[in-house]
């Protein structure tokens, strides 16, 4: 992908890395309208496409059928045009939660509209057909006319309310006292993450997975990203195997390069798995990590430790560490986010379920620390509150998400406080992958306090935003950290690298993006 705006060689610049921050609204009491609640009943919706209708109660008295409603509701949410809009009045702007009253046989998504914001939330299944309250999100309405509307989503729902009430002040957020998981982590690693505990729940730091976003940054808005994010992917030996030649992209010398230049390090691995490539002309071996590519089967292979795939596994984990002990060597601390998205399946780590993945991280983890003597990791679990999938505090020290909404402004309330809920007491939540640049101050506002936030890249990085919208977010509220020199120009990145590959055969359906 080309490049926009690189520094031009023999002409250095200023790099200043900015943290958005201040007056987060965890920290202060959100601004909450004179006490104005809203209940919108299901018959004060205007109801438009080819399946929604309203039910009315049944009439027989003393029976109620199982799939009769016991109050009106709207139903039919079958098609994409189906829609409900609900319009109302406020007489003062303001931080609303919104509560919908539903049925369900089954766990559904949800695709809501306030004023032109589309906001996707999920709701449990409901009792024996009973209609159930839930709060799906938190938002910030006008004074004045206000719009709501109802989407399909997953469809096969039924509505029959919504209540939106102030939302009640956030105290303020008091970082977790934590034992960091690694006893022996480097005077680096520990002065990372006391940075980030003492910034947390007052700044966000935001990052970028490739030297041409970075640069697109400072060209748009002046600044440059606080983190700067890497992949050990083509250091995995099978790609080794298969002519990666990842000493030509030189990842880790980019990285220890950018961390002189004064960026924090983030670090994934798309790791290529051990063995069982299928290496077809659908299928080739760049796609190893993805569980549709390679018959690896890591429930099998964590059965039987004498068996070859398992020491395969190992070796690989040696293979990384070496590459991880190289920025230990040059005194850098990286935020390590390793076997992400395990619940989403579509990676082989994940492929089996929760219980082989969680053993698999613990092996990682045990293997690297105790074994191959890396002590410059912090560790960053990428998952969601599901506490299935989840190590373990001894093995984790951060807990990210990885997000892609339809519309970048959406502030993902309410994953933010099922986490907050889950796990946010014992660890630092953090955005570790996000489709654009999300929307950190209007985060803020709803009383979201990420930790930092990068961006994915190329057309998934800040150029899916627009250039107000990147300034706009990279300068908010901003204090700059004392400025460095920028890192030079760099060839072609490993990711625009991995979307180059990604274009000659497509993803599957149920395949990620890299």
């Keep these: 992908m080309p490049s926009a705006g690189q520094d031009r060689v023999g002409q250095p610049i200023q790099m200043k890395l900015f943290f958005l921050t201040a007056a987060f609204a965890c920290s202060l009491p959100l601004p909450v309208a004179a006490q104005e609640a809203i209940h919108l009943d299901a018959k004060d919706a205007k109801l438009s496409g080819p399946d929604l209708r309203l039910i009315a109660p049944e009439a027989r008295p003393g029976e109620t ?24 009045k406020l007489k003062a702007a303001g931080v609303y939660t919104v509560a919908i009253g539903y049925r369900s046989n089954g766990q559904k998504g949800l695709e809501m509209a306030v004023n032109g914001l589309a906001i996707d939330a999920t709701v449990p299944p409901t009792a024996d057909r009973h209609f159930e309250q839930q709060t799906i999100a938190r ?14 989503g997953w469809g096969f729902y039924d509505v029959a309310y919504l209540d939106l009430k ?5 105290p303020p957020l008091v970082p977790p006292a934590q034992t960091l998981s690694d006893p022996q982590l480097t005077p680096e690693a520990r002065a990372l993450f006391a940075r980030l505990q003492a910034a947390y729940g007052k700044t ?9 976003d970075a640069d697109y940054v400072f060209d748009t808005a002046g600044v440059r990203p606080a983190i700067m994010g890497g992949d050990l992917l083509t250091y995995s030996p099978q790609e080794v195997a298969h002519g990666s030649h990842p000493e030509k992209a030189d990842e880790v010398g980019r990285l220890i390069a950018a961390s002189k230049a004064g ?15 299928i290496d077809s002309k659908e299928k080739p071996w760049w796609r190893g990590f993805y569980t549709d590519s390679t018959a690896f089967d890591i429930q099998k292979t964590l059965a039987d430790p004498s068996s070859a795939d398992y020491a395969a596994m190992l070796s690989d984990i040696d293979a990384i560490a070496v590459q991880l002990r190289k920025l230990q060597d040059a005194h ?21 379920g929760p219980v082989p993945f969680v053993q698999l991280w613990r092996i990682l983890f045990n293997r690297l620390t105790r074994v191959d003597g890396v002590h410059n990791l912090v560790w960053v679990f990428t998952g969601d509150a599901d506490l299935a ?5 001894e093995y984790v020290d951060i807990v990210g998400i990885d997000a892609y909404p339809k519309d970048l402004r959406d502030p993902k309330t309410q994953l933010w406080d099922d986490l907050l809920q889950t796990l946010g007491q014992r660890k630092l939540l953090a955005i570790s992958e996000f489709g654009g640049v999300p929307d950190v101050p209007a985060m803020q506002r709803l009383g979201e306090s990420w930790s930092y936030a990068v961006s994915w890249s190329g057309k998934e990085g800040p150029r899916k935003n627009s250039p107000e919208d ?3 977010i990279y300068l908010s509220s901003g204090t700059a950290l004392p400025a460095t020199p920028a890192p030079p120009e760099e060839p072609l990145h490993l990711y625009e690298d991995m979307e180059a590959r990604a274009r000659r055969i497509p993803l599957s359906s149920n395949s990620k993006r890299f």
């Design 65 to 88: 059928p199982p799939d009769s409603p016991t109050v009106t509701c709207i139903t039919g949410f079958q098609s994409a045009e189906d829609r409900a809009e609900f319009t109302f």
């Design 139 to 152: 938002v910030e309405l006008a004074e004045g006319s206000n719009t709501l509307v109802l989407r399909k």
């Design 166 to 170: 102030p939302a009640n002040p956030v």
């Design 204 to 212: 966000t730091m935001l990052g970028v997975y490739s030297q041409a």
């Design 263 to 277: 960026q924090t390090i983030t670090l994934s691995w798309h790791w290529c798995s051990p063995a069982g490539l």
């Design 332 to 352: 850098v601390p990286v935020l390590w986010r390793p076997l992400h998205e395990a619940s989403g399946r579509w990676f082989w780590w994940g492929a089996k």
């Design 389 to 393: 999938w989840y190590p373990g505090d």
């Design 470 to 472: 990147v300034k706009r």
